[in-house]
């Protein structure tokens, strides 16, 4: 048996977006317009889908991302966006719930 967190939850919203990836922790950087985060910043949605240039992003629910560094703790945890598409334990970053932590693909569940 498997246990999955994929789309719990998720909340989307439809955005303009340049050089984003599906997975890949965003900020928003105007008006209805997203990129990609760099290292340390907030992680205020994650890329969903894409298609030209749209991105669907969840701004809400479980997103599973690959980590570097220390790794993330159960329960509240802080994170804070790592660059390249990975995600990092930060100290004072947003505080989110962490559900599983997969150490051998380095990889963080988490509810935004």
Do not use: W
């Amino acid at each position: 048996m498997s246990i999955s967190y994929d789309s719990i939850g998720q909340v989307c919203i439809t955005c303009l977006s340049n050089g984003v990836q599906v997975n890949q922790p965003i900020k928003l950087i105007s008006n209805n317009s997203v990129s990609p985060c760099v290292d340390g910043d907030a992680i205020e949605g994650v890329v969903a889908a894409t298609h030209a240039n749209l991105s669907t992003v969840a701004v809400k629910g479980f997103v599973t991302l690959t980590y570097v560094g220390a790794t993330p703790t159960l329960g509240y945890c802080p994170l804070a966006a790592a660059g390249n598409g990975k995600v990092k334990k930060q100290d004072g970053a947003r505080d989110y719930l962490v559900v599983d932590v997969e150490t051998n693909k380095k990889t963080v569940t988490f509810c935004m």
